[in-house]
C-alpha cells in the first residue's frame, strides 16, 4: 500500500482492546512481512506460560470468542520495522500479554490502560482483576451492574490507568499517528473515537475499525452519529459485514439507523490511494443512495 512509501514508522498500528492478543499479533504481521508473527506461534507462547504455572490452556479463549479461528493475517510484500501498539485494560489479560510478548515479540507494545472519550479527574478507572485471561466479554457498565447486585459476590477491583487515543499517541507513541486505528472495547468504540479528534484531524490515520452492536453505549447511539463524526474528518466508511457495503452518504438511516446487529465498519481517508481504493473497488454496488 501506498502508507509503506512513507519512512517506515515504529507505530504504525494502535489496538485499543487487544483482548487476547490476536488481533495484535495479526496486524503487527500483516504490516511488517514478518512470517515469523504468527497466531500460532501465538498461541504456543501463551500455553507454555499457564504450563509453567500448572493452569489448564484455554485454548478456545486465546483464538478469540471462542472461536477455533487460526487463520492467519496475511503478509505485505515489502518488510518493514511496523509495529503495533496493543492496549488492554483488564489486568488478567494484560498479565498474559505482557509475559508473552517477552518470549520474542518485539514488534508489540503492550499498555495496560482503559481507552475512553474523556479522562476521569481519578486518572483511573477500575477493573476487576479476578477474571481468568481470555475473558472478553468486558465492559464497564456490566461492571458497575454487577458490583450493585447483592446476590452476587463483590468484584476485587484494581485501578487501572485511564487515556485516550490523543494521549496515548502524543504521550506514548512519541506523537507519530498510527497508520491503522483498529477498535473493540466491547461497546466503547465510538467513546474512543471522540478521544482522538486530535489525531484524526492530522490526516495521517489512513484506516479505522471499529465494532458496532448492542452492548454499552451502543445501545443508545446510532451508528449514523459515528459516521457522520468520521466523516468531518475526511472519512469514508462501510458496514464490513455481511457484505462490504458503502455507509457514507449512502445509507437509508430512517430504516436502517436503528438497528444494532454486529458488525465490524471501515473507513478510510478520503482519497488515500491505498486504503480509500481498495474500500471503493470491494464494496457492493448495489447499496443504497440518498
Same mark, same amino acid.
Request: aromatic share 12%; hydrophobic share 40%.
Given at each position: 500500500?501506498?502508507? #509503506?512509501?512513507?519512512?517506515?514508522?515504529?507505530?504504525?498500528?494502535?489496538?485499543?482492546?487487544?483482548?487476547?492478543? @490476536?488481533?495484535? *499479533?495479526?496486524?503487527?504481521?500483516?504490516? %511488517?512481512?514478518?512470517?515469523?508473527?504468527?497466531?500460532?506461534?501465538?498461541?504456543?507462547?501463551?500455553?507454555?506460560?499457564?504450563?509453567?504455572?500448572?493452569?489448564?490452556?484455554?485454548?478456545?479463549?486465546?483464538?478469540? @470468542?471462542?472461536?477455533?479461528?487460526? %487463520?492467519?493475517?496475511?503478509? #505485505?510484500?515489502?518488510?518493514?520495522?511496523? @509495529?503495533? *501498539?496493543?492496549?488492554?485494560?483488564?489486568? %488478567?489479560?494484560? $498479565?498474559?500479554?505482557?509475559?508473552?510478548?517477552?518470549?520474542?515479540?518485539?514488534?508489540?507494545? +503492550?499498555?495496560?490502560?482503559?481507552?475512553?472519550?474523556?479522562?476521569?479527574?481519578?486518572?483511573?478507572?477500575?477493573?476487576?482483576?479476578? +477474571?481468568? +485471561?481470555?475473558?472478553?466479554?468486558?465492559? /464497564?457498565? %456490566?461492571?458497575?451492574?454487577?458490583?450493585?447486585?447483592?446476590?452476587?459476590?463483590?468484584? *476485587?477491583?484494581?485501578?487501572?490507568?485511564?487515556?485516550?487515543?490523543?494521549?496515548?499517541?502524543?504521550?506514548? /507513541?512519541?506523537?507519530?499517528?498510527?497508520?491503522?486505528?483498529?477498535?473493540?472495547?466491547?461497546? !466503547?468504540?465510538?467513546?474512543?473515537?471522540?478521544?482522538?479528534?486530535? *489525531?484524526?484531524?492530522?490526516?495521517?490515520?489512513? !484506516?479505522?475499525?471499529?465494532?458496532?452492536?448492542?452492548?454499552?453505549?451502543?445501545?443508545?447511539?446510532?451508528?449514523?452519529?459515528?459516521?457522520?463524526?468520521?466523516?468531518?474528518?475526511?472519512?469514508?466508511?462501510?458496514?464490513?459485514?455481511?457484505?462490504?457495503?458503502?455507509?457514507?452518504?449512502?445509507?437509508?438511516?430512517?430504516?436502517?439507523?436503528?438497528?444494532?446487529?454486529?458488525?465490524?465498519?471501515?473507513?478510510?481517508?478520503?482519497?488515500?490511494?491505498?486504503? @480509500?481504493?481498495?474500500?471503493? $473497488?470491494?464494496? !457492493? /454496488? $448495489?447499496?443504497?443512495?440518498?
Amino acid at each position: 500500500g501506498a502508507f #509503506l512509501r512513507r519512512t517506515p514508522a515504529h507505530f504504525p498500528s494502535l489496538r485499543p482492546g487487544g483482548n487476547t492478543g @490476536s488481533d495484535c *499479533v495479526g496486524f503487527a504481521r500483516f504490516l %511488517s512481512g514478518d512470517a515469523d508473527v504468527s497466531l500460532h506461534s501465538w498461541v504456543a507462547n501463551v500455553e507454555r506460560l499457564h504450563a509453567k504455572k500448572g493452569l489448564k490452556f484455554p485454548e478456545a479463549a486465546c483464538l478469540g @470468542s471462542g472461536k477455533t479461528n487460526t %487463520s492467519e493475517y496475511p503478509l #505485505l510484500p515489502q518488510a518493514s520495522l511496523a @509495529s503495533v *501498539v496493543c492496549v488492554e485494560p483488564l489486568p %488478567s489479560n494484560f $498479565q498474559v500479554l505482557q509475559r508473552a510478548g517477552r518470549l520474542g515479540w518485539n514488534r508489540i507494545k +503492550f499498555i495496560n490502560a482503559a481507552v475512553s472519550r474523556h479522562i476521569p479527574p481519578a486518572g483511573t478507572i477500575p477493573f476487576p482483576s479476578e +477474571f481468568k +485471561f481470555g475473558f472478553e466479554e468486558a465492559d /464497564m457498565e %456490566s461492571f458497575k451492574a454487577k458490583r450493585r447486585n447483592p446476590k452476587k459476590p463483590a468484584l *476485587v477491583l484494581e485501578d487501572i490507568r485511564a487515556t485516550t487515543i490523543d494521549e496515548l499517541v502524543f504521550n506514548d /507513541m512519541n506523537g507519530d499517528p498510527p497508520d491503522i486505528l483498529a477498535i473493540d472495547t466491547e461497546g !466503547y468504540d465510538f467513546e474512543c473515537l471522540q478521544g482522538a479528534e486530535r *489525531v484524526l484531524a492530522t490526516g495521517k490515520v489512513h !484506516y479505522i475499525e471499529f465494532e458496532f452492536h448492542k452492548k454499552g453505549p451502543w445501545l443508545h447511539t446510532k451508528l449514523e452519529k459515528a459516521i457522520t463524526f468520521l466523516n468531518a474528518y475526511s472519512y469514508e466508511c462501510y458496514l464490513a459485514q455481511p457484505a462490504l457495503v458503502r455507509l457514507t452518504g449512502c445509507w437509508p438511516w430512517n430504516k436502517f439507523g436503528d438497528r444494532h446487529a454486529w458488525s465490524n465498519v471501515v473507513c478510510a481517508l478520503r482519497d488515500d490511494p491505498c486504503w @480509500s481504493t481498495a474500500l471503493q $473497488q470491494c464494496a !457492493y /454496488m $448495489q447499496g443504497f443512495r440518498s
